[in-house]
């Protein structure tokens, strides 16, 4: 037998070797066995809780830096809007009858992120190639930021300059798709509109108005976009807004005046036809009239109106029952009260009936008239006409009249004649309008409203009688009295003027004046009020000097003549409307 095969038959003996020498042997293999799987289990368990403590600590760090975000306040370090809201919509603005006045036009703005840009100087030398007026510091210190990765260079930029630029072909510089808003007849109603701000949001007039019925919250929200909205119509006509612009513009120019003003309104709605007040400005580029143009005199401006006010007395009078038109009264000498001396400008120097005094413009007369009345029925009637308090309309700029902390007896009388007070030229021509209408006060508005809708808002602030005879007193000073230059073939047209003195430096101006003009037409059937006013005029009609029948007056007149038929006034000529002319 080999060596090998010893081998293995030892080896075979002693596995299969049933001794009690082999038994402790048997017993350390299996508690060895047993506690390398109770290790083994162990580091199992260990690794597995490990892992969902690493998730659990990763889910709590990002949970953590969302709720951090959530209530960090937005970063307003950047000028950059959302892509939504750069290009949000605006409502198109027309007016009644469907014409464009304000509409959106697509732009680019051009911007930089100045981590990429390679060189600085060279970019703001090859930008003023295209953008000769670029502010080169202000440029050059946004370009080197190198922390910075974005800042604006130039917002609303022209087709023409997007294509220059982007042949430069710096790197760095791009655009962003805008919108601009257009205004296609300039100045014409720019009081009206108003304008909006480089992010195309409402500044003032109707376009503020538009953002303060919830656009600018929507826009604020993110719940804007560039699809089309429904138009925005207003009550003017833009052929008669034109017109009372055109007739405003040229008495500032013509009459060397500092300012001047004037407004159609509908009678029986309220709705305002045209208004303008000059000098006024472009809202396609509002900056270039930020000096005289951004304010709005018919309604943001209040005036001493003169003897206008006495149109208001005679109706408070009248609708007092204290007195009537056969009335009379003397006016034969001045009234003096608290050092004061009150006298006519056209004196008469006898008594005066109560047509006459309207008719001569007597602020003797009315002074005696308002006395007669009393002081606080006098501060009660013009309250009710709305003259006391801030309008109530549409646009965002309304001043409040001033008057009197303590109405004294010398107060109501110069009040009565168009001095003490001061209110707003647009309140003024809504008051008037009450007085001829007979007698709802309605508060003026630039939307569409029908007659009924006015009736449902209206206050009776006069009889039906007192309007009546306002109506007569009208007609009565426009045919015989300082409103007959106002009169316009074919179109009866009921008036009165007011030339007040300025004040400056607390006392009365014997040179400076402000003029205004009310206008009912036409009056046997009014149905349109016109009122200007013109602010220290230098010279008059035909040489006529600087009261109102020379610089108030010819702009109603013009209006009147080129918009009554615009307005579908019917003419008439003749006792019975019938034709004069005769062919042959």
Request: hydrophobic residues 40%; charged residues 20%.
């Amino acid at each position: 037998m080999s060596f090998l095969s010893r081998i293995m038959i030892l080896k075979s003996k002693a596995h299969f070797s049933t001794d009690g020498n082999n038994r402790p042997s048997d017993s350390f293999s299996r508690s060895t066995f047993e506690g390398a799987r109770k290790r083994k289990s162990n580091q199992a368990k260990s690794r597995v809780v490990l892992l969902v403590t690493s998730f659990i600590a990763v889910y709590c760090v990002i949970g953590g830096r969302l709720a951090q975000f959530a209530m960090t306040p937005p970063d307003t370090t950047s000028s950059i809007l959302p892509p939504d809201r750069l290009m949000a919509s605006r409502p198109d603005i027309v007016d009644r009858n469907g014409a464009l006045l304000a509409t959106d036009i697509r732009t680019v703005s051009l911007f930089a992120e100045p981590n990429k840009i390679i060189d600085p100087d060279e970019a703001v030398e090859e930008l003023r190639t295209v953008l000769p007026d670029l502010d080169t510091k202000g440029t050059y210190k946004k370009l080197a930021a190198k922390t910075s990765h974005f800042a604006w260079l130039r917002r609303q930029l022209t087709p023409k300059q997007q294509s220059q630029i982007l042949a430069l072909g710096i790197p760095g510089i791009g655009f962003r798709p805008e919108k601009r808003r257009f205004y296609p007849g300039g100045s014409t109603a720019a009081h009206i509109l108003g304008y909006v701000n480089i992010d195309n949001r409402g500044v003032a007039g109707m376009e503020k108005y538009i953002d303060d019925q919830g656009l600018a919250d929507l826009a604020a929200a993110g719940m804007t976009n560039d699809q089309p909205l429904q138009p925005v119509k207003l009550s003017i006509d833009l052929r008669v807004q034109g017109i009372v612009r055109d007739a405003v513009v040229n008495a500032v120019k013509n009459f060397q005046a500092k300012g001047a003003g004037a407004a159609v309104i509908d009678i029986h709605t309220g709705e305002v036809l045209g208004m303008a007040s000059a000098p006024d400005f472009d809202p396609n580029y509002p900056n270039e009239g930020a000096t005289e143009g951004w304010l709005n005199r018919m309604t943001n401006g209040t005036f001493e109106m003169g003897s206008t006010f006495k149109t208001f007395t005679m109706a408070m009078a009248l609708d007092s029952g204290k007195v009537t038109l056969r009335d009379a009264f003397d006016a034969t000498n001045p009234i003096r009260i608290g050092g004061f001396i009150i006298h006519d400008f056209h004196g008469q120097h006898r008594v005066l009936t109560v047509p006459e005094i309207f008719q001569y413009s007597s602020n003797i007369g009315t002074a005696k008239i308002a006395d007669l009345v009393g002081i606080d029925p006098h501060k009660e009637f013009l309250t009710r006409l709305g003259l006391l308090n801030k309008m109530d309309t549409e646009l965002p700029e309304v001043k409040a009249p001033s008057q009197p902390r303590v109405w004294k007896k010398i107060n109501s009388i110069t009040i009565s004649f168009g001095h003490g007070v001061s209110t707003t030229p647009l309140q003024t021509a809504v008051a008037a309008s009450a007085l001829v209408n007979g007698g709802k006060l309605i508060e003026p508005t630039f939307l569409p409203r029908t007659r009924d809708q006015a009736d449902a808002i209206a206050k009776m602030v006069v009889k039906k009688s007192t309007s009546d005879d306002i109506r007569f007193l009208l007609e009565f000073n426009g045919t015989r009295g300082s409103g007959r230059n106002a009169r316009v073939p074919g179109y009866n047209v009921g008036s009165k003027t007011g030339t007040a003195d300025k004040v400056v430096n607390g006392r009365y101006s014997n040179t400076l004046n402000f003029n205004s003009f009310l206008a009912a037409f036409p009056i046997d059937n009014p149905q349109y009020m016109v009122m200007t006013f013109i602010d220290e005029p230098k010279s008059g009609e035909r040489g006529g000097g600087t009261i109102s029948a020379f610089t108030a007056l010819p702009i109603a007149r013009d209006i009147i003549a080129r918009a009554a038929p615009i307005l579908g006034v019917q003419p008439s000529f003749g006792k019975d409307n019938s034709a004069l002319l005769a062919s042959y």
